[in-house]
């Protein structure tokens, strides 16, 4: 069975920073070759890619994001982390990890003063 655990997720002022971790059990070697990302959502709003490293370890990022987040790997761990800087209120909503076709349960992120 597959289960993808998240974690860092919190309120933080404007301007600060978070890293989201995710970790993905159940899914071996298959990890290293999947597609792996970080989406966002808020109320209202269809669910968004933030960041994903995609086939060739290529990189996208949401404009929105582009130059403040960066999203890694560790094929060690079968772990995916992003780093959130110069956090503002529009980055708030809950971060969904996905891994291939699996989806996270969720973390919430607030910026807020």
């Known amino acids: 069975q597959v289960q993808l655990v998240e974690s860092g997720g919190g309120l933080v002022q404007p301007g600060g920073s978070l890293t989201l971790s995710c970790t993905a059990f159940?899914?071996?070697?298959?990890?290293?070759?999947?597609?792996v990302g970080w989406h966002r959502q808020v109320p209202g709003k269809q669910r968004e890619m933030v960041a994903q490293i995609g086939d060739g370890n290529i990189i996208n990022y949401s404009d929105t994001v582009k130059g403040r987040f960066t999203i890694s790997r560790d094929h060690a761990k079968n772990a995916v982390d992003l780093q959130m800087n110069s956090l503002t209120a529009e980055d708030t909503g809950i971060y969904y990890c996905k891994v291939h076709k699996y989806w996270g349960q969720g973390t919430q992120v607030t910026v807020s003063s």
């Open positions: 159940g899914l071996g070697s298959l990890f290293s070759f999947s597609t």
